[in-house]
């Protein structure tokens, strides 16, 4: 029998027995030799070659397009954007992507266009208004109590840039306000040596103790300078 006679009579045969070769195939590839080899030959080269192929052509993004159009398809989305997988494939793709020479590029462009300039302006000029409205409200609460001191926006953007723009309860990047170390009712004052900056949620967490955070800051720098020495 040629080749050509076999590849008819294969034909013929798949043809006739059409659902009963189904059926084997199904049972086959769910058998533990049949994953086996299925596995196996998706680590080839070949087969990584052919999926490339495949999911650049346009029959496969037609496809694509059509499912995910489909109620399974949301469902399923739903479901896997909240899975302990998904976080933790979004995490390290994040992190291998902030990591790589595309992102830096991207960031130092982004840093020296028009759009990131006036960003940073309009930016700082809020953070300016905010600070002289917060040493405004601090100076009538001194007037109030009758509390000596006083102390300008710009002073009190230093004091946090001195800190790094973070929290020093919480150690985080959060808009930051004026908290008096020793409070208005226990006879502190209003000078820049008695405020603290902190979040909003810890100021008021804090309340009326006389917590100074500036302190464990110092002691961490001090023990950090230790350890490096």
Known sequence: MTKKQQKEYNARYYKKHRKEALAKQKQYRRSPKGKAR??????????????????????????Q????????????????????????????????????DKCKAYQTK?????????????????DVNRAKAL???SGYTAKRFGAPGAWTGSQFLALCKKHGNVCLCCRRKRNLGPDHVVPFCKGGTNHLSNIQPLCLPCN????????????????????QLNKAA
């Open 204 to 223: 008021v967490k804090k309340a009326r103790k006389t917590t100074d955070y500036r302190l464990s800051t110092t002691q961490n720098t001090a023990t």
């Open 110 to 126: 982004y840093r020296h266009s028009d759009k990131a300039k006036a960003l940073a302006r309009a930016r700082y000029r809020q």
């Open 135 to 137: 040493a405004k409200a």
């Open 65 to 100: 397009k059509k499912y995910q159009k489909t109620v399974e398809y949301k469902v399923w989305l739903k479901h896997y954007r909240h899975t302990a997988v998904r976080k933790a494939y979004q995490k390290n793709y994040m992190k291998k992507y902030h990591q790589s």
């Open 38 to 63: 299925i596995k196996a030959y998706q680590k080839t080269a070949k087969y990584k070659a052919k999926e490339k192929k495949f999911r650049s052509s346009v029959k496969h993004k037609a496809y």
